[in-house]
Nanobody, 126 residues
């Protein structure tokens, strides 16, 4: 089992920056590609950025060039540096991890739904 806990959200003026963190605990070796999602009021949850265990990254078009995702694979931590924030990016930001399956490093990793954190609120004031 893996637990994800986000931190770093808060209130920031438009054009400002924030750095989100996600701390993973438990069977970290079972985590696969990790990512940040966000859900604004009245909207569907959307992928912001993702990063594989090898460091390959993907970004939503709307954040490319402004946000940077990174991770510490050994420690299980995930980060999102957000610059030039816009009011429309006010949302709850969630940490997500896919699952690896199999016997990995002496740990039994089971198939199942993705791991999710409970989210951290980012509010960008205009």
């Amino acid at each position: 089992q893996v637990e994800l806990v986000e931190s770093g959200g808060g209130l920031v003026p438009a054009g400002g920056s924030l750095r989100l963190s996600c701390a993973a605990s438990g069977d970290i070796v079972c985590t696969d590609t990790m990512g940040w999602y966000r859900q604004a009021p009245g909207k569907e949850r959307e992928l912001v950025a993702s990063i594989s265990r090898s460091g390959r990254t993907k970004y939503a078009d709307s954040v490319a060039g402004r946000f940077t995702i990174s991770r510490d694979v050994e420690e299980g931590n995930l980060y999102l540096q957000m610059n030039s924030l816009k009011p429309e990016e006010t949302a709850v930001y969630y940490c997500n991890s896919g699952r690896r399956v199999g016997a990995i490093g002496g740990v039994a990793c089971y198939y199942g739904p993705d791991y999710w954190g409970k989210g951290t609120l980012v509010t960008v004031s205009s």
